[in-house]
């Protein structure tokens, strides 16, 4: 089993619908986590940051972790055509584990129509 | 503006070539790493250091070397015997665990191409 597993997609949706983007893990070591959008040949831009569980809003985006079921995910509200990317979730374990790289999902491409 | 720099954008490199890509910080983050990216297989760890002349290996190392001479630059070099090198690179840093939040931030990514 990967320590992180996301589905890849495509996920296509119109203009304006509410997209649900979700990973999940094994560790249960992880307490950061992470989700980062990437433009076609482009390096990843960092859109949420939320550490051990709960919900986290920023504009149009909302990350959740529940822990308990080693499960994270990330909602757009309104989509735009501007949100079509690669979005890839990232995870951390704490402080006090061996190593302090990111394990990063293989991200899911999703595509807005307008 | 603060942020991490790639270079080249765009590296092409002969059969039994090296070449060193260059990643340049100056947001004083200690942490720096390198990941390959193929398409299907999301980010693999080739490399990660958290300090100075301190480096350890990825989930991917074979086949690259990288130095850390100076907090702010992480030049990975891919080796000769690195048999299948043609991806696109990225290069992050982030604070260490413990000193400030830990997200990464990324450059912009260097592909590179086998001719």
């Known amino acids: 089993q990967k320590e992180v597993e996301q589905d890849p997609g495509p996920l296509s949706v119109p203009e304006g619908a509410i997209v649900s983007l979700n990973c999940t893990y094994s560790n249960s070591a992880f307490q950061y986590f992470m989700w980062y959008r990437q433009y076609s040949r482009k390096g990843p831009e960092l859109l949420m940051y939320t550490y051990s569980s709960g919900n986290k809003e920023d504009g149009r985006f909302t990350a959740q972790v529940d822990k308990s079921s080693k499960y994270i995910s990330l909602f757009i509200r309104d989509s735009q055509p501007s949100d079509s990317a690669t979005y890839l979730c990232a995870m951390s374990a704490r402080p006090n584990q061996a190593g302090t790289a990111l394990i990063f999902g293989k991200g899911t491409t999703l595509s807005v129509s307008s | 503006d603060g942020g991490i720099t790639q270079s080249p954008k765009y590296l092409f490199r002969k059969e039994g070539q090296n070449v060193t890509l260059s990643c340049e910080q100056n947001?004083?983050?200690?942490?720096m790493y390198w990941y390959r990216q193929d398409p299907g297989q999301g980010l693999r760890l080739i490399y990660y250091?958290?300090?100075?002349?301190?480096?350890q290996k990825g989930d991917i190392a074979e086949g690259y070397s990288v130095s850390r001479e100076k907090k702010e630059s992480f030049p990975l070099t891919v080796t000769s015997a690195q048999k299948n090198p043609t991806a696109f690179y990225l290069c992050?840093?982030?604070?260490?665990?413990?000193?400030?939040?830990?997200?990464?931030?990324f450059g912009q990514g260097t592909r590179l191409t086998v001719v």
């Open positions: 992050a840093s982030s604070h260490l665990q413990g000193r400030g939040s830990t997200e990464a931030f």
């Open positions: 947001l004083n983050h200690d942490a």
């Open positions: 250091s958290q300090i100075v002349n301190d480096f």
